[in-house]
């Protein structure tokens, strides 16, 4: 069973930043794939952005050029440095692995961005 704890989340005005952390209860290494999902009210979850085996980083169009996603195997944890952050990016972020066949989803944490 993997763990995921997230932090960071919050309420910013527009133009403002904020980095989401997620670490994990093993170590990152072993995982396909990490990324960061998000779910605004009333949609569909989305992929914001991940890092396959292959290493490449992999952006949602509507993040590309503000969001960064990185990983510190050290302390087995993702990131998410999210820059000029616009109201429309409210939602609740959702730290993403898959190792193997199986996905783990961390809890959630808010992320609100006001006009």
């Known amino acids: 069973q993997v763990h995921l704890v997230e932090s960071g989340g919050g309420l910013v005005q527009s133009g403002g930043s904020l980095r989401l952390s997620c670490t994990a209860s093993?170590?990152?290494?072993?995982?396909?794939?990490v990324g960061w999902y998000r779910q605004a009210p009333g949609k569909q979850r989305e992929s914001v952005a991940t890092?396959?085996?292959?290493?490449?980083?992999n952006y949602a169009e509507s993040v590309k050029g503000r969001f960064t996603i990185s990983r510190d195997s050290a302390q087995n944890t993702v990131f998410l440095q999210m820059n000029n952050l616009k109201p429309e990016d409210t939602a609740v972020y959702y730290c993403?692995?898959?190792?193997?066949?199986?996905?783990?989803w961390g809890q959630g944490t808010q992320v609100t961005v006001s006009s």
């Open positions: 993403y692995v898959k190792i193997g066949l199986r996905s783990y």
């Open positions: 093993v170590p990152i290494g072993s995982f396909n794939t």
């Open positions: 890092i396959p085996h292959t290493g490449i980083e």
